[in-house]
Nanobody
Framework: QVQLVESGGGLVQAGGSLRLSCVAS????????MAWFRHTDWKQREFVAT????????SYSDSVKGRFTISRDNAKNTVYLQMNSLKVEDTGVYYC?????????????????WGQGTQVTVSS
């Protein structure tokens, strides 16, 4: 069983940056694929970014490509989401998720473990 705890959310002005972190425990972090999803006023459980277990394969939604970067540090059991050039429409609750098998996935049902979420609010 993998437990996930997100942090780093907060209030930021449009154009600003935030870095989210997600620390995993209870499993072998280096074997799981990871992703970030978000719940916004417009979409439930929207895919944001995903990374494979080695950290050498990533995928992004079109809405964040070029602005967000997902990365991981297997020595620290942590996955990150660096968010730059934030927009009001990025506001939402951000969840990290883990999946057995280690590869990337863009669909929520492919992930077995979820964190509790962290709120990101972007003001205009």
């Amino acid at each position: 069983q993998v437990q996930l705890v997100e942090s780093g959310g907060g209030l930021v002005q449009a154009g600003g940056s935030l870095r989210l972190s997600c620390v995993a425990s209870g499993g072998t972090f280096s074997t799981v694929g990871m992703a970030w999803f978000r719940h916004t006023d417009w979409k439930q459980r929207e895919f944001v970014a995903t990374i494979n277990h080695r950290g050498d394969n990533t995928s992004y939604s079109d809405s964040v490509k070029g602005r967000f970067t997902i990365s991981r540090d297997n020595a620290k059991n942590t996955v990150y989401l660096q968010m730059n050039s934030l927009k009001v429409e990025d506001t939402g609750v951000y969840y990290c998720a883990a999946r057995r098998g280690g590869e990337i996935s863009r669909v929520a049902w492919g992930f077995q473990y979820w964190g509790q979420g962290t709120q990101v609010t972007v003001s205009s």
